[in-house]
C-alpha cells in the first residue's frame, strides 16, 4: 500500500521540533559536571609512589617489586603504577633504594616496546624508560638483566593473595621464572602484604576528593527518594533514576553496574539488582549507592527512608526505635575507630550494641576498607580480621539492626537472616586521623520520610549540576 505524505503543515511543525531537539542538545551537553576537569590522579599517583611505596616496601621487607603489563587483560594495579595504557608486553619495575638521608627511597624503570616510549617519556611517572627488543623473551631477559645488576634479596610480584594483588598470569610467571634462572626465582615472593600496605592509606588530597564523591553519592540519593509515589513507583524505578543521574553528572559505577545502586523496600535480599517491589506505605527502603570519580575513587553509602502512612507524619515507634538502634551500633563502631585497633574490634563494638538492642544477628562484618574499589585493600571491621587500622585508612560501616519482618512477625523460632528478615544497615564512610576517625559527610541521624500517595511534598531541591564546594 503506498505511502501517503504527511499534510505540509504537519512536515513542518515536525522539521521545527527536530531543529529545536538538536539545537538545544549542544547546551545540555555542555553543563558541567561535578568531576569534570583535569583529573588530580597523574600527580596523586607520583606522590603515592614517592611518599607511601617505600615505607610498604620496608615493612614487607621486599626490595623489588615486578609488575607485569599487558594490553587488554591487564594487572589490576597497572593504573598505581602507570602502565594503564600499556599495547605491547611492558612491566614496571620498582627498586627500594637508600636516600641521602639513610631512609629509603623508590627508583622505578619501565620496560616498554619502543612505540610507547615516546609517550612515557613525556609523562615522567618512571625515573627511566627502557626499550625492549625480540618480544615477550626480550621483555623477560630485560627485567632479569635489571634483577640481577640490583641483586634484590626479595622480589615482590603479583601472585597469589587477593584478586587486586594477582594478576601475574601463569604464562608470564612461568616465563618470568624461566628467564630469572633458579637463583632469582627463588627470591620471587607475593606482593599482597606490600600492596595492602601502600594502598590502604591513601593521602590527603585523596580524602578531599572522596569528601566531595561522598556528599554527591547522598544527595542523588536524597534526591531519588523525592520521586516517590506510593503504590506506583518501584524499586528498579529508584535504581534507573539514579543511573541516569550519574549518566548527566559524568560519574560511573562504584561497583558491578548490574548491582548498583541496590534498592529494596521490602524483606532482606543482600548484595542484588532492585527489585520490581511496589513501594507501600509502611515500607522502609534501603539504598546502597556507590559512584566512581575521576575513573579513579569510589564511595559505598547506604540511605534509609521511611514511607509515611495516610495520616501519618512520622514513622511509629517501633520503627524509630530500630533506626535509633542501629544509628547507634554505627556510633559504637565509629568510636571504636582508632589508630591500633583491630578491624575485630571495632566488629565486636557494633555487636555488643546489637545485641543489647535486641538485634537479630546478621552475616557479615561491620565494614570494610574503601577508594579504589568498594572493598579495598586495607584492613576489613569483622570478628576474624587482626590487622590494624591507621591514619589513612578509609573505611565504609554499617550501624545494624535486624529483625523478623513484618509479615513473619512472631516467629518462633526467629528466621535466619534472609529468610524473612529486614534489616537497616545504615552505611557511612569515615576517615581514620592520628586521634580517632572522622566522617566523610555528616552521617544520617533520621529517616529520610517520604509522603504518603496524595499528602503535601516539600518543594524538591533543585538537581545538582555544577561542582560542590571543596571540603
Request: hydrophobic share 45%; net charge positive.
Amino acid at each position: 500500500m503506498p505511502r501517503r505524505r504527511p499534510p505540509r503543515r504537519a512536515r513542518t511543525l515536525g522539521v521545527a521540533l527536530l531543529l529545536a531537539a538538536t539545537t538545544a542538545l549542544p547546551a545540555q551537553e555542555s553543563r558541567p559536571g561535578p568531576f569534570d576537569g583535569p583529573s588530580a590522579w597523574p600527580a596523586i599517583r607520583r606522590a603515592r609512589i614517592a611518599r607511601l611505596l617505600p615505607a610498604a616496601m620496608r615493612e614487607a621487607n621486599v626490595d623489588a617489586w615486578v609488575v607485569m603489563l599487558r594490553e587488554n587483560a591487564n594487572d589490576p594495579l597497572a593504573l598505581h603504577v602507570g602502565g594503564e595504557n600499556a599495547g605491547a608486553p611492558s612491566a614496571v619495575l620498582l627498586f627500594r633504594v637508600a636516600d641521602a638521608s639513610g631512609g629509603d627511597r623508590v627508583r622505578s624503570v619501565m620496560v616498554a616496546g619502543f612505540g610507547e616510549a615516546i609517550a612515557l617519556r613525556e609523562l615522567a611517572l618512571h625515573d627511566s624508560v627502557v626499550v625492549y627488543d625480540g618480544g615477550v623473551p626480550g621483555l623477560e631477559r630485560a627485567i632479569a638483566e635489571r634483577l640481577a645488576a640490583a641483586a634484590p634479596a626479595r622480589v615482590a610480584v603479583n601472585s597469589g593473595g587477593s584478586g587486586m594483588a594477582d594478576g601475574l598470569s601463569w604464562t608470564q610467571r612461568t616465563g618470568l621464572e624461566r628467564a630469572l634462572g633458579p637463583a632469582l626465582a627463588a627470591r620471587l615472593v607475593p606482593a599482597e602484604p606490600m600492596v595492602r600496605a601502600w594502598l590502604a592509606v591513601k593521602l590527603p588530597e585523596e580524602v578531599a576528593i572522596m569528601r566531595r564523591a561522598a556528599a554527591l553519592t547522598v544527595r542523588l540519593e536524597e534526591e531519588a527518594y523525592a520521586t516517590i509515589v506510593p503504590g506506583v513507583t518501584r524499586d528498579h524505578d529508584l535504581a534507573a533514576f539514579l543511573k541516569r543521574r550519574m549518566r548527566e553528572l559524568g560519574v560511573e559505577d562504584g561497583w558491578s553496574p548490574a548491582q548498583n545502586p541496590s534498592v529494596n523496600s521490602g524483606p532482606d535480599r543482600g548484595h542484588s539488582h532492585a527489585s520490581d517491589r511496589v513501594i507501600q506505605g509502611g515500607d522502609v527502603i534501603q539504598t546502597d549507592f556507590g559512584i566512581k570519580v575521576h575513573g579513579v575513587w569510589v564511595t559505598d553509602i547506604q540511605r534509609f527512608a521511611y514511607v509515611l502512612r495516610p495520616g501519618e507524619t512520622a514513622p511509629p515507634p517501633k520503627v524509630e526505635r530500630r533506626w535509633r538502634q542501629a544509628v547507634a551500633g554505627g556510633r559504637a563502631a565509629f568510636d571504636a575507630m582508632r589508630p591500633g585497633a583491630t578491624g575485630a574490634q571495632v566488629d565486636s563494638a557494633q555487636r555488643v550494641a546489637m545485641a543489647a538492642a535486641g538485634s537479630l544477628p546478621v552475616p557479615w562484618g561491620t565494614g570494610h576498607a574503601v577508594g579504589y574499589w568498594a572493598h579495598d585493600a586495607g584492613p576489613g571491621l569483622n570478628r576474624r580480621e587482626t590487622r590494624t587500622l591507621a591514619a589513612g585508612h578509609v573505611l565504609a560501616f554499617d550501624g545494624f539492626h535486624a529483625w523478623a519482618f513484618d509479615a513473619r512477625a512472631g516467629a518462633d523460632p526467629a528466621p535466619a537472616w534472609g529468610a524473612g528478615t529486614k534489616t537497616i544497615s545504615v552505611e557511612e564512610m569515615a576517615v581514620v586521623t592520628a586521634t580517632g576517625a572522622e566522617y566523610l559527610v555528616p552521617p544520617q541521624e533520621r529517616l529520610i520520610l517520604v509522603p504518603a500517595r496524595g499528602a503535601p511534598r516539600a518543594p524538591r531541591a533543585t538537581p545538582l549540576r555544577a561542582s560542590p564546594p571543596g571540603r
